[in-house]
């Protein structure tokens, strides 16, 4: 029997990147987004299912979703970015809708997918490696990844008893059109291969945290132990570097 996996945010990036290569290793691959023709030319020669609705629209959502048959692995990677350029004039609009997309709309797949997960197994979320310290202008998107942080955790307990496993994904920096948009440097940035190659091999190991590049996740890690105000000095000073 062929394994079923269901990746949100197939259209590009990351999560085209994983329907590829699960598609290529022999498994039964739902590949969902919300725009039909653009997933058809994407995974044009890719032998998988396409699953069309958009994470933010909850009822359009529960009805795609619960018509699903049984799944091994679920990956819940759709999601967006935008910065808060003036911290002053904060946009509360703009942080509504980066948590309205990774927060929001990521719940809005649990409650149709989380009866479809067979005993043994697994829910993947994609949260970030941004959790690890705060970075200058992602207060909106490093929230909402933090809320993911917490889900995971919290849902990995309340699952267990299930046998369904809870895997949180924290990439660092990984070429795609998400990162393509933004105007600083990226450390360490990958590309989607390795990206999906470090995923794949985590989740094939049942663990709770993947994190990576390794390099990349060892520097964050490092620093997020500094007290708070020496980070809070150092963040200062690169900024006014490159500025
Ligand atoms: N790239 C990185 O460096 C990086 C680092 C850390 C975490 N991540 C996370 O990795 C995940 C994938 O990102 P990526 O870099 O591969 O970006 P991407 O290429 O922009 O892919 C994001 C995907 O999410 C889909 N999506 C967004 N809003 C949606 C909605 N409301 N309903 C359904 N689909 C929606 C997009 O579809 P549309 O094209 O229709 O908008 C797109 O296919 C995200 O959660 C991101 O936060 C990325």
Known sequence: MK????????????????????????????????????????????????????????????????????????ILNAGTCEYID???????????????????????????????IKSGGRLALVGSSVTWLPLTRAEAYGASKAGLDYLARSLALD????????SLIRPGFVDTPLTRRNDFPMPGRIGVQQASRAIRRGLARGKAEIAFPFVFVQVLRLLSWLPRGLWLRLARRTLRSTR
């Open 159 to 166: 699952l267990s008893p299930r046998r369904i496993g809870v």
């Open 86 to 116: 003036d911290a002053l004039r904060f946009d509360a609009a703009l942080f509504e809708r980066v948590i309205r997309t990774n927060l929001i709309g990521t719940v809005n797949c649990l409650a149709p997918l989380l009866t479809r």
């Open 3 to 74: 394994k079923r996996v269901l990746i949100t945010g197939a259209g590009s990036g990351i999560g085209l990147q994983l329907v590829r290569d699960y598609a290529a290793d022999g498994w039964q691959v739902v590949a969902c987004g919300r725009d039909r023709s653009r997933l058809e030319q994407v995974l044009e020669g890719v032998d998988a299912e396409l699953c069309l609705f958009d994470m933010e629209n909850r009822e359009q959502s529960a009805r795609v979703l619960s018509a699903q048959g049984e799944l091994d692995l679920v």
